[in-house]
Nanobody, 115 residues
Framework: QVQLVESGGGLVQPGGSLRLPCAAS????????MGWYRQGPGKERELVAT???????KYLDSVKGRFTISKDNAKNTVYLQMNSLRPEDTAVYYC?????????WGQGTQVAVSS
């Protein structure tokens, strides 16, 4: 059993920053990838950022240069640093982890960008 716990969401003004940590716990042998999806109001879920076991990162085009994904292997934790936030970044952000061929998801954390 694997649990993912996200935190760090909240309300921020345009141009502001937030950092989202996600900690994985439970029976964890080998993490192939970790990352974040988001789902905005009335929108489909989209992949925001991924970090592979070797450290390779991938980003949604609209967040490149503004968001940074990183991880702490010792803590099984992935972070999403979000800078220069825009109203269109408003969404529920979901952490995920790939263990072998199985995906696990967190409950989501709300990010709202508004003045």
């Amino acid at each position: 059993q694997v649990q993912l716990v996200e935190s760090g969401g909240g309300l921020v003004q345009p141009g502001g920053s937030l950092r989202l940590p996600c900690a994985a716990s439970g029976t964890i042998f080998s993490i192939n990838a970790m990352g974040w999806y988001r789902q905005g109001p009335g929108k489909e879920r989209e992949l925001v950022a991924t970090i592979l076991s070797g450290g390779t990162t991938k980003y949604l085009d609209s967040v490149k240069g503004r968001f940074t994904i990183s991880k702490d292997n010792a803590k099984n934790t992935v972070y999403l640093q979000m800078n220069s936030l825009r109203p269109e970044d408003t969404a529920v952000y979901y952490c995920y982890v790939v263990l072998g061929v199985k995906n696990y998801w967190g409950q989501g954390t709300q990010v709202a960008v508004s003045s």
